[in-house]
């Protein structure tokens, strides 16, 4: 019995991948494409029928099987660390000019750039090892059940990266990122690239793998066409005096939506200086089972979260902004 389920296991494993190009979303792609950008629909079939079905990715975004308990001080380990923290200085060391010509062109502080960067991918060290058309063609045909359906989503991603690599110099079948699709020093999805990329070095290429200008730029104009402020809060230092209307002051979750007079009434004093009618949400940083922290995270705080919809990647971009900004202002390297 133990051989015949390791021999069906090792033909499981070895059974030829989905076809996705026989899929009818393939034919609409490739329509759409011929449509919008005059790729013809050959070429784009002949591109997604390349594309292989990653079983690793498939795995990826299934969840755990067993629930993890969030915690904020494990995942902040993880990004606001001496590592980071000494190749971010060697960046923006490398790089201050253009960071200085970006904050001035669009308004987000030279440390937030060089920390979202170093989030995404340590400077460029992980980029991410997959083949984004396997990915993409992966997550958008063969999503896994028994979760929210994202196929949608990823479909639109593929139909952006054929669209992308036809207008530039990348090729199709040779471009890695992360197993999502995600690609670049930035770490961009294909729609975003197509969107906010700028042409920093103005080469005539926005090339976000090899150009840390283009990058450090198209990360700013992606912040500043997503609403950054120039002087609003980021996170902002809270202190409870009673948590009596705690339940109330989360409900938004990360929408600001309160200002710093109305949180105090609240039973939470803002220990930081913020505008009198800005608008701040209470940010719970949930610690396992130690007890949670909280900060009150602004306007920009939430144009941070457009980029990763999540409060916990928000505030470690903003922590590690603020260790860099602290470093450079001594002088560190």
Sequence with gaps: MATQAAAAQNAKNEAPSPTFVERPEALAIAQRLAQKHGIEEAQTLSLIGQAQYL?????????????????WDNYRARFVEPYRIRKGMAFWNDNADVLAQAE?????????????????????????????IDSLSTLGFAYPSGQRDRSGFFLQELEAFIALCTQTHLDCLEVKGSYAGAIGLGQF????????????????????????????????????????QTGAATRVLVEFDHADNLKELLAPDIVPTFTAEQMKTRGVRVLGP????????????????????????????????RYNRS??????????????????SIGGK
């Design 274 to 305: 913020v505008q009198p009618e800005e608008k701040l949400a209470l940010i719970e940083l949930v610690r396992g089972e130690a007890d949670p922290s909280y900060v009150a995270g602004g306007t920009n705080f939430y144009v941070v979260t």
């Design 55 to 71: 079983p690793r990715v498939v795995e990826a975004v299934k969840p755990p099987k067993k629930a993890s308990v969030r915690n």
């Design 311 to 328: 409060s916990f990647y928000a505030n470690a971009v903003l922590e590690l902004s603020e260790a860099l900004a602290l470093r450079k």
């Design 189 to 228: 999805m294909p729609s975003s690239w197509m969107a906010y990329a700028v042409d920093g070095d103005e080469d005539g290429i926005v090339d976000l793998f090899h150009s840390q200008k283009d990058a450090i730029f198209s990360v700013a104009n992606f912040l500043k066409v997503h609403g950054w």
């Design 104 to 132: 001035a062109r669009y308004g987000v502080p030279q440390a937030v750039i060089v920390a979202i960067i170093g989030v995404e991918t340590i400077y460029g060290e992980h980029t991410g090892n997959f083949r984004v």
